[in-house]
């Protein structure tokens, strides 16, 4: 049997929660193989709205284990507050969610040296969400990491001797420790809820399931764009949110690497700093953002907005080897007389169709005009639903890419969705 992946393919928000929610039936297994709580999956279904940022999503399909893997970083503060919440809601996750013993530790100190490094870039800020995310995958490489293993071993000696390290690094970056006795009450708080979960050695756990003639579904987090190694560099996250991520991110061999489903939505969005050649500044752009309610999940910040980019989704297509395409959040393009898509990049003199090294400045976005639909979606719960303008459009993308789209999501909650 196979590992199936489900992926963002454009800069992370693309709606994978409901996707891994919808797919989770076919599977014994959901499991999250990298990134950390910086990554808010908003669910919606029965009239409640769910935002998980640690917990994989399949964990409200109540027969199903959920694995968070070895390639994610986990605070334990923020999980504690994740799960509570959930389990205020009815939902009880200690029986099948497990945790891998090799998954590193998101330290309060981690938090501070996050913003101690930000503050230091200046002008040159990247926007990270301040979680801590990027010195402990730092600490991972580094090998000076505390792993959620270590808590059976010899915990308070590591969690000792990668402190002292951190205050010294932070006392050179002269960046206050007052913050760090909340922090810490918050984070030992939360261990001890971490403590009530099953900790497994997720690769052989995973291994085992495939043996036993099961599927298994991986669940990345962020969007192949910010991808360590082909995003846009140096405004990425800090971990591989591409299909080989789940290849390192959980003990599986390349060759148990099933069907890749690549999530985008038919405009584009981003958070934070960095490159965005469709980005809109005007009218176009506010109603984007006010019609598709565009505000960070976990952040609350406000999204950019822009057209689809065609170039950038045939790069995370191929980097990626997506074999079904999902198309979110169509119904938020149903007002619109034209309907944009960017098919190349101008630089300089030339016009290019690939992705170049840097697309920081001087890449302005060739577009493609097609006629929008006019026709509320929302309610549509067939194909043959939808209007020709939109079907001309999913057709057209289909072609660029070269790959079929097999499922439209037209709202929010998880029966708007359509399989094509």
């Not at 891998?100 to 330290?107: D, E, F, P, V």
């Not at 890749?260 to 469709?278: D, E, L, M, Q």
Request: proline letters at 5%; charged letters at 25%.
């Amino acid at each position: 049997m196979k590992v199936d992946v489900l992926l963002g393919l454009q800069w992370g928000d693309e709606g994978k929660g409901k996707v891994v929610d919808v797919l989770t039936p076919h599977y014994a297994a959901v499991t999250r193989f990298q990134g950390g709580p910086n990554a808010g999956h908003t669910l919606e279904f029965e009239g409640q709205k769910y935002v998980l940022r640690s917990v994989p999503s399949g964990i409200f399909q109540g027969d199903k284990v959920n694995i968070i893997g070895n390639g994610v970083v986990l605070d334990p503060a923020l999980f504690k507050t994740e799960v509570e919440q959930l389990e205020a809601s009815g939902h009880d996750l200690t029986s099948r969610l497990y945790i891998s013993r090799k998954a590193h530790l998101i330290l309060p100190t981690h938090r501070l040296l996050d913003a101690a490094y930000e503050s230091a870039k200046g002008s040159g800020k990247i926007g990270t969400t301040g979680k801590g995310i990027g010195p402990t995958y730092t600490d991972k490489v580094s090998r000076n990491g505390v792993r959620v293993g270590d808590i059976e071993l010899n915990f308070e000696e590591k969690y000792k001797n990668a402190v002292a390290r951190h205050k010294k690094i932070l006392s050179d970056y002269n960046y206050p420790l007052d913050k760090l006795p909340e922090l810490e009450k918050a984070w030992f708080e939360g261990l001890e809820k971490l403590k009530q979960f099953k900790f497994v050695d997720s690769e052989h756990y995973v291994n085992h399931l495939l043996a036993e003639g099961k599927d298994v579904l991986a669940e990345g987090a962020q969007g192949t764009m910010l991808d360590v190694d082909f995003g846009s560099y140096p405004f990425v996250t800090s971990s591989n949110t591409v299909c080989a991520g789940a290849c390192t991110g959980l003990g599986v061999a390349p060759r148990n690497i099933g069907e890749v489903f690549g999530i985008f939505k038919a405009y584009c969005t981003r958070v934070g700093s960095g490159p965005f050649p469709t980005e809109l500044f005007d009218e176009t752009g506010e109603t984007l953002r006010k019609l598709g309610h565009e505000f960070g999940a976990v952040t609350g910040r406000p999204r950019r907005c822009g057209w689809i980019d065609l170039v950038a989704l045939r790069y995370a297509v191929m980097v990626n080897g997506v074999s079904q395409l999902i198309m979110m959040k169509s119904d938020i393009l149903d007002n619109f007389d034209t309907v944009k898509a960017c098919v190349a990049y101008k630089i300089g003199d030339r016009e290019t169709d690939e992705m170049p090294f840097d697309i920081n400045e001087g890449v302005e976005p060739v577009y493609m005009e097609f006629e929008g639909w006019k026709t509320p979606m929302d309610k549509m719960t067939s194909a043959d639903q939808f209007p020709k303008a939109f079907k001309d459009y999913v057709s057209f993308i289909e072609s660029y890419l070269g790959v079929p789209v097999k499922i439209v999501s037209v709202g929010p909650d998880r029966e708007q969705t359509i399989m094509l």
